[in-house]
């Protein structure tokens, strides 16, 4: 079975009548500096100031998705960032707040064959 839905998950999903899921994967809006070395040009225009609202939506959408995810199953969160305020900061504060064991994280370091640099965090609900 397959549920699709649309729905702004930066707010709290309200009258859906959703299941819980299985899994979840958070493909998160990020500053893409793990783009970078692709797109240098993106550098020069960035601006720092921008971090503290990624991460602000990071977290929401994190917050707003956890209760539609069953107890024991997977959360998946993933950035093209490389910065640790968009990546193990968020995942340290939505852990402190939420019951979810982290159960890896780690970077892929694509640049290293001409790809993207990604994060990716697999987070376990907790029963």
């Not at 998950?9 to 793990?34: H, K, M, R, W, Y």
């Not at 991460?55 to 107890?71: H, M, Y």
């Not at 640790?84 to 970077?107: G, R, T």
Request: hydrophobic share 35%.
């Amino acid at each position: 079975n397959v549920n699709i839905f649309a729905a702004d998950v930066t707010q709290p999903i309200i009258n859906q009548n959703l299941p819980e899921f299985d899994g979840i994967i958070v493909d998160a809006p990020c500053s893409g500096s793990g783009t970078w070395a692709r797109n240098p040009e993106n550098l020069y225009y960035f601006d720092p100031k921008t971090i503290k609202g990624y991460q602000s939506r990071q977290l929401a959408i994190l917050s707003n998705v956890i209760p539609f995810l069953k107890t024991g199953k997977s959360l998946i969160y993933i950035t093209c960032s490389v910065f640790k305020a968009e990546n193990e900061d968020v995942i340290e504060s939505f852990a402190k707040e939420h019951d979810v064991e982290i159960e890896e994280q780690k970077y892929l370091e694509g640049y290293k064959h001409g790809a993207e640099n990604m994060f990716i965090c697999r987070m376990i609900k907790a029963e």
